[in-house]
DNA sequence: GCGAAATTTTGGAGCGCTCCAAGATTTTTA
DNA sequence: TAAAAATCTTGGAGCGCTCCAAAATTTCGC
């Protein structure tokens, strides 16, 4: 690959001479100029290389998103969640001409990734292992999380998820629900985990922030109706896990409210109610929680605890990008009611 | 920010030291490696710094991902055939461990953002300016066009586009359908661009290769079953615009069998024609092209004409990242028989 | 036609790092 | 204990570029 001084030794000029014709024209005779285009040319020269330029320059104008959890990219662009936070954070780079790096991480790789990802800042998607804080903050760039709050010196946006768990009790306990399930996520790998009912807080309430500030909200609205949760079962499966749905029926077949923490997780319970001939809402009412796109266009389509995904991503980056003192927002939720949720069935006919 | 030769400094080693501390710690003493390590922490260096690296290596390790058309990346997230480009690009870059950088750009940016990417090669989508394939090869870096022959020094990788439009037809004319109408895509911004039926080849075939093949594929099969593509309505509507479906019953309210050039317009026509009370597939048969998971999804579900489109993505990263010699790939599509296809209504009520 | 002013061109410094041959130190061997 | 071997540390070269002060050249005014 030829470089800047090979062109202006071709050229018979200096090599600044060549950089200013690739970069300020003006300053260049145009007789000249034309010598040095001839010359790069000839070279198959295809102008300066931006590495160069990077280290001089010293910024990649870049941000890097690491996925939530420990998702690969290609599944989080398949979730329905992980795709809008995309949308969100794509949006903001666009508008300040900015590159998305997606910086994918299996276990082992990932913090090596971290300290070598070409980027001025990153936002870290849900973080489920506590180290990769540890080794962005090592990097000395800004960064921004999302659902965890890793303190005051940290840019976090997260959501009101308390809240929101209890406006969806709160609404099917209003439509008469009594029995109910709850889908939660389960955040290591493997199949669904089942708590039957009797299960105590312990082994619930482990794990990942979000996760707990929604059950904390299902187990309060829960109370309000004379409810305890430990009556209450709760499947913990893996996002994405097309048998979410199936794993419910199976496990729950009592229920008559489905409580989920994903959008996409309830879309697998309708699917299968819609297999099993189980209707929604007539017999089963759904909750989703997320507020995606595809909530909207399910059969029947989805009622779900919905905030601004792609704004939350968007401002994640832009926080960022502009590098300000560190920032902890909550954004709000609002249950969003559509038709899968009704009335339970007044009489309880056995489900198969 | 400190460096290398600061931490070598305050640690009283050279610079070399510092750096084997960091990337081969088993050539140093221990004692003197903590040392070292001790005078990194005091400092707050974070270890080296990947732009020096970088020069030094030459190489970035990622690749660059352009949007098919002038979608923003955004939009591209967005849309189910490019979310499921994306999947497969995030893929083949997972299993490589290398980056995948979402290069945006709009019509003014888009040339300055190829001359500066901070990548080893690209990944174009469907490109409608030729410039950007002159662009990328003036940075003489590996690259691969989706739904573009560029010729033979350039990897390619398209559908047999003709192949899935006449069977698309032949599979409509079978049911009986007499009367067609296309949604073409639009690839200038703007509304809908109605060419009602006597239009002449010229108007429609003018632009993008990709959808020249779909026109003429579903010329030649309209011509088996007698009909001349000149008496059958096309539409073209950007991708992504809501109201193609609405378009279509507006200005072809006598077809009875709808053709489109992707899932996501074939979507917005299911959903008008739910929002019309008109049935499909009882009034209106649509059929889809592309075979993204959401056709799969909708109500009713969607006949496609499909293809792998995460594998061609997939493919195209792997040609970037190996950088051998240029091929030209023609994926396979396949009509994918769903329940938005049918027999045309027997008595030809009219529609409102 | 000459000096001053304006315009063009030059090449060194430096961005932060890795590599590597050579030098310094420690350990082993006879 | 001295020489040989093994181990550890050093600092220069170089990656390709941009910036900038200084030098060279051209243009201008009278």
Chains 1, 2 share one sequence.
Not at 154 to 165: E, K, L, T
Request: proline share 6%; glycine share 10%; aromatic share 4%.
């Amino acid at each position: 690959m030829p470089t800047l001084d090979d062109v202006g030794l071709a050229a018979g000029v200096s090599r600044g001479t060549v950089s200013n014709v690739f970069n300020r024209p003006e300053l260049v005779r145009p007789e000249l100029r034309e010598r040095v285009e001839a010359a790069a040319r000839a070279l198959g020269y295809g102008g300066p290389d931006p590495k160069g330029r990077l280290l001089k320059e010293g910024r990649f104008n870049a941000i890097g998103f690491m996925p939530p959890g420990a998702y690969a990219i290609a599944e989080m662009v398949r979730s329905p969640y992980g795709r809008e936070l995309l949308m969100g954070a794509a949006s903001a780079c666009d508008a300040a001409g900015a590159t998305l790096s997606l910086v994918n991480g299996t276990d082992e790789t990932r913090m090596a990734s971290i300290r070598e990802a070409l980027v001025d800042g990153f936002i870290l998607g849900n973080v489920v292992d506590i180290d990769v804080v540890a080794s962005v903050k090592r990097r000395r760039l800004p960064f921004a999380i999302l659902e965890s709050d890793a303190g005051a010196d940290v840019n976090s946006i997260r959501i009101d998820a308390r809240s929101g768990a209890i406006a969806a009790v709160r609404h099917l306990a209003r439509l008469g629900h009594k029995r109910f399930a709850i889908l939660s996520i389960r955040r290591t790998v493997g199949p669904a985990i089942v708590h039957r009912p009797g299960h105590t807080d312990r082994a619930l309430m482990a794990g990942f922030a979000l996760d707990h500030q929604r059950l904390q909200g299902f187990e309060a609205a829960l109370a309000e109706a004379s409810l305890s949760i430990a009556d209450v079962p709760v499947i913990e499966t893996t996002p994405g896990d097309p048998h979410a749905g199936s794993a419910v029926f199976d496990h729950c077949p009592q229920a008559t409210a489905i409580m989920t923490m994903s959008d996409w997780q309830a879309i697998t319970v309708l699917d299968e109610a819609r297999r099993r001939g189980i209707d929604v809402p007539g017999q089963v009412s759904v909750v989703g929680f997320d507020g995606t796109a595809e909530a909207a266009r399910t059969m029947p389509s989805l009622t779900t605890v919905a905030h601004d995904i792609v704004g939350k991503a968007r401002l994640a980056a832009e926080m960022v990008l502009e590098n300000g003192s560190p920032r902890q927002v909550v954004m709000p939720v609002e249950l969003v009611v559509r038709g899968s949720t009704g009335k339970p069935p007044s009489a309880f006919p056995a489900r198969k």
